[in-house]
């Protein structure tokens, strides 16, 4: 299989783990899951046949876009579960957080294209632009998405060239800032997240609640799983939110441990595809959204196996192209059909080369 198949082939995959899933703890979500789908196809499919350099001539208007509904999202979004993260659209949601990684990834990969050597004045520029949507998201507020947000884009700041020192002081500011947050602007029921995933035992019936009967699932899965279907947390309904945020949980019961694993060994190869595509390609701005998108797929895979197994605590964040939902899927399309632009252009490079 070569490259520009096995991007898709691995996605093909994981849309095939969301159906069997899906089919068995939410069957009524899964012909809307299957439209999600075939929509998130064709804008795969469109993203990857426009020229990565065209995106990047579009990087700055998307910004300007992306930091504006992020925006309106805080006059006009409803509130759900919490947070003013969505704007109706009809019969639709949408959700401007999910497209901050791959916007601002093309943004600062043609900024960091200008500007090889950062100066001061350069460096502070470039933290604003991934300050702006963060900020917007954590006012939401969307603390896991702006966690993912901050983590995914992190390799931006090691690939620009300044000196070391400002990098001190940008990890300095940040453990100031989340100290700050802490103390002064998390709510109530996000600390009470935190403080419950350290003292689990004190809040079995309420904050952990959810933590407690994920583990149980993946657990009471064993080495083969119980079978599709033949769920005891999941098809009981003791497993909250089984089809998006615990759908791990969901798909290590019912396929065991061997299932687990092997989605796991999905978005490994998915992460191995976009870092061996940021190790190949010479563009800079390229080698800077690829590394961003295999950072972003490991922190967000990482860090919601890790809150289904009790590893961290739960924030919300879904499994890309598994959990239920539609926004997650259209934008998680979009980013990685820029990525599958990059190996079409090297693929066309490669054989005008052999020319």
Known sequence: ????????????????????ILRSVAPLLL????????????IFWLTSRISFERWQSLAWYLYGLLVGSLALTQLIATVTRGTKSWIELGPFHAQPSQLAVAISG?????????HKQLGLKEYVILLLLIAAPALFIFTEPDLGTTAIYALSLLPALSLSKVPKLYLVWTLTLGIVVVALSWMFLLKPYQRQ?????????????????????????????GATGRGLGQGTQSQLRFLPERQTD????????????????????????????????????????????????????????????GMNIGLVPITGITLPFVSYGGSSILALSFHLGIVQSTFMQFSVKEKLFIR
């Not at 991007?7 to 995959?13: C, E, I, Q, S, V």
């Not at 003292?199 to 952990?208: I, M, N, R």
């Not at 992460?271 to 961003?292: R, Y």
């Open 106 to 114: 093309l943004t600062i990969g043609r900024y960091l294209e200008r």
């Open 193 to 221: 997240r935190i403080t419950s995933f350290i003292s689990s035992d004190e809040h079995t019936q309420t904050a952990s609640y959810n933590a407690i009967q994920s583990v149980i699932a993946v657990g009471s899965g």
């Open 31 to 42: 012909q809307r899951q299957l439209l999600f789908f075939a929509l998130g196809t064709g």
């Open 246 to 305: 615990f759908v791990f949980a969901s798909f290590a019961e019912e396929t065991g441990f061997l299932g687990g694993a092997l989605l796991i060994s999905l978005y490994a190869v998915l992460v191995g595809i976009c870092l061996s595509a940021a190790a190949q390609l010479n563009s800079l701005s390229m080698k800077v959204f690829t590394l961003i998108t295999a950072v972003m797929f490991l922190a967000q895979v990482g860090v919601n196996i």
């Open 1 to 20: 299989m070569t490259k520009r198949w096995l991007l898709p082939g691995t996605l093909f995959f994981l849309a095939l783990s969301s159906i069997l």
